[in-house]
T-cell receptor, first 111, second 113 residues
Framework: QQNVQQSPESLIVPEGARTSLNCTFSDSASQYFWWYRQHSGKAPKALM?????GEKEEGRFTIHLNKASLHFSLHIRDSQPSDSALYLCAVKRTNTGKLTFGDGTVLTVKP | NSKVIQTPRYLVKGQGQKAKMRCIPE?????VFWYQQNKNNEFKFLIN????????QIDMTEKRFSAECPSNSPCSLEIQSSEAGDSALYLC???????????FGPGTRLLVL
């Protein structure tokens, strides 16, 4: 049974700060690693994904995966108030398989 | 932006009543998922389909929930006898087979009184 844990539960940062969100998972057979973002009252939206160990950068966002440590993370550079949302990490084993989500980190970016 | 359509957006039922919600996946997406998001933001996978066939479902879904994805019709999720603990946001997502991104709809918020 996959167990996905996120930390911290909530985070308040000033505009322009660098933000780091963490996710640990328990199933070493996991192959696909996602970060989703959900603004209040909206659908979760895929932000970034990674499938092999290492780092991937897209704009202000960087995702880092260490499968041996069962850990991946999301880093946001120059955080903006519009980044305020619930961030969900998610893991799955197969291409068409279910996502197992963490309980989320609520990020608030203060102007 | 996701083009998954879910109806209705809100649903209010009494305990013991049936609750039915629908999902139209993105055009061309053969894989459909249903998730339940509770008030603590915890996600629970319910069931997924590839075309009309069930790929995987959890015990709860087998007992009180029924779901289908008929060809040329919206997918649906129905709770046979609603319980207070079923109050949640029900999210539908769809994906291609060889691309693993799941695109979510806005959800149906169910309140069981």
């Amino acid at each position: 049974q996959q167990n996905v844990q996120q930390s911290p539960e909530s985070l308040i940062v000033p505009e322009g700060a660098r933000t780091s969100l963490n996710c640990t998972f328990s199933d070493s057979a996991s192959q696909y690693f996602w970060w989703y973002r959900q603004h209040s009252g909206k659908a979760p939206k895929a932000l970034m994904s990674i499938f092999s160990n290492g780092e991937k950068e897209e704009g202000r966002f960087t995702i880092h995966l260490n499968k041996a440590s069962l850990h991946f993370s999301l880093h946001i550079r120059d955080s903006q108030p519009s980044d305020s949302a619930l961030y969900l990490c998610a893991v799955k084993r197969t291409n068409t398989g279910k996502l197992t989500f963490g309980d989320g980190t609520v990020l608030t970016v203060k102007p | 932006n996701s083009k998954v359509i879910q109806t209705p957006r809100y649903l209010v039922k009494g305990q013991g009543q049936k609750a039915k919600m629908r999902c139209i996946p993105e055009k061309g997406h053969p894989v459909v998922f249903w998730y339940q998001q509770n008030k603590n933001n915890e996600f629970k996978f319910l069931i997924n389909f590839q075309n009309q066939e069930v790929l995987q479902q959890i015990d709860m879904t087998e007992k009180r929930f029924s779901a289908e994805c008929p060809s040329n019709s919206p997918c649906s999720l129905e709770i046979q006898s609603s319980e207070a603990g079923d109050s949640a946001l029900y999210l539908c997502a769809s994906s291609l087979i060889n691309q693993d991104t799941q695109y979510f709809g806005p959800g149906t918020r169910l309140l069981v009184l």
